[in-house]
């Protein structure tokens, strides 16, 4: 190494300085941590030193601040809020639904102390931890009998596995669905021990194949509401209440896996009709699945409702304890399932049901107004202009509903979308939104009134951050 290479990484401040200089800006940081930081931000001064001989590596603000952003990097959660500014409503990728403030006011009262989730206070003896939802569950859907485990993909595999293990289950060619995550409705039914029997073909199935199918070691008709794919032309499937009809007339079991369960009737908000869970009950199928996190709205569970009989025999299945729901998720269930007795209440009170119902009207008045705060932080460069988008239902349900929406169009001078789309997701809060005619777009269905500062903040953060990098030979 030269000797003037060797003086210049002489110049690099000691980790004792920088622990010296960091302690009062990061008060209350674990010391473990503020050593990592300085640590690390020398080394990376050093490294860069070696490979420019830039000697502005190593002054010591420029250290000083790169092990601050270590350490407050280190301090931050990994699981964060984020803005979603993507028009999708049951975003997977995002934590699927939020949830009311009075179900997080439930998690919290009943999740700070004690609880009797397992306890039955009448007998003073154990209790059943789902008995806590059944009779809600029951009444909101008209079922006989009710049971929530861990989530939607687990309650098919428990009800399969408890109700089908080593007999057939006949399926529609066009219902063998695969769900995002790596769910397909063939590989579930191999890994519980039920063999699958296709019937009919991708687009067309009628009540004979069923019929047809049907023999010695059938255990079910299992129908799988196809969520994610839409089979459109010359098409025919059979209804729950045909194959219920069936299944009951020759003594075997129907069952329906319905994706994203509803327990409000959508198409008087202009929705392509879909049949609700109460729907999937009264028309006589043993066994009904859904998601507590798709369309309903509450937290990711799986909830199974059906025949008395039928769900004993999940209930006794052992693997039922694998998939149990934990007491967070199901004050959360219970407190968004009370929120339905009410539908009209729900349809403003469930996030999930009023961004999914929001007039466009309102959601353009929350664009216009998001625009009109972000003209008036007078960003140099940005341009907001309020354009007319189509927001998605998301997860996996109706992909072919349209929902006309309003977003806000955001340009910076000199820099990419994608550079803004970069930065704004870097930002804190993250801030998701989607590119679409060279603009990034925040639609405004997915924003709720809190969201709007956080936005502007971020947004400010992210221009600011454009403005100033690729300006200084330090920027990373
Ligand atoms: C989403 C979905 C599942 C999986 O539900 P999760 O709650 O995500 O586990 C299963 N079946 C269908 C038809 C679905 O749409």
Redesign the pocket.
Known sequence: MSDGLQDLLCNLPSVDRLLALLGPGLAGAPRALLIRGAREAVEAARRRTLETRDPRHTEETAVLEEAKRRVREALRPNLRRVVNGTGVVVH?NLG?SPLAPSVLAFIEETASGYSNLEFDLKKGGRGIRYSVVEPLVKELTGAEAALVV???????FLCLKALAEGREVVVSRGEL?E???A?R?PDVMAQSGALLREIGTTNRTHPRDYEAAIGENTAMLLK?????FAVVGFTSSVSMAEVAGIAKRRGILAME????GNLVDFSAYGFAPEPTVQDAVASGADVV??????MLGGP???IIVGKNEVLDRVKHHPLNRALRIDKLTLAALEATLRLYRDPRAALEAVPVLAMLTAPETRIRRRAQKLAARLHSLGIPGLEVRVVRVTSRVG???LPRQDLPSAACSLTLSGKSAARLEEALRGGDPPVIGRIENGGLLLDARTLTEKDIPLALRAVRAACQHLAASGTGPLAV
């Open positions: 997977t699927r861990n989530n939607n993909a687990g309650a098919v669905v769900i995002g995550g769910f409705v799988v509401h196809t969520s994610n896996d319905l994706g994203s699945c859904f998601s507590g996190d798709k990711q569970a799986g997860g996996g349900a």
